[in-house]
């Protein structure tokens, strides 16, 4: 089941779905696996500009029982050379954080929708050198930016069709 897809939409009972399926940038798509359990779902992100252009992410999303008052747990399912996620899915973006000393991390009046566009911002104006979560990426960027980018364009030739 895909959000947008229609009157068969899972999302008639729960609001906060239904808001993030009003919601989506244009450069994503929310993918129900199962229709009955609409705490979890896959998003996939298309960037239509910056380094990562052409590729197609995905990302599992669960959310917890104790939800809203601890953030949605997400993890990129996608090969990615990446400053801000790992090779292995793990993301660094402030928000998915339950605690974060700048005060950006989870709160329980964030909603589904911020997760979907923060994530979707990993491509474009959140992409962080400066506090990287692959370290080894962020300074390969810094080291060689035209390197940089021809890996990023190998691993979505690679894993990102």
């Known amino acids: 089941m895909v959000l947008g897809a229609g009157p068969a939409s899972p999302v008639s009972g729960c609001p906060e779905v239904a808001e993030l399926e009003a919601n989506l940038p244009c450069t994503c798509k929310v993918h129900f696996p199962d229709p009955n359990k609409l705490h979890c779902f896959q998003l996939t992100v298309t960037p239509d500009e910056g380094y990562y252009q052409g590729g197609k992410f995905q990302f599992e ?71 990287p979560l692959n370290i080894e990426a962020a300074e390969h960027h810094l080291r060689d930016k035209e390197d940089f980018r021809n890996k990023v364009e190998d691993y979505i030739k690679r894993y990102a069709r």
């Open 61 to 131: 999303t669960e959310v917890p029982d104790a939800y809203n008052m601890v953030p949605p747990k997400v993890k990129c399912l996608t090969r990615i050379w990446h400053p801000n996620i790992t090779e292995t899915g793990e993301i660094c973006l402030s928000l998915l954080r339950e605690h974060s000393i700048d005060g950006t991390g989870w709160a329980p009046t964030r909603t589904l929708k911020d997760v979907v566009w923060g994530l979707n911002s990993l491509f474009t104006d959140l992409l962080n050198f400066d506090d």
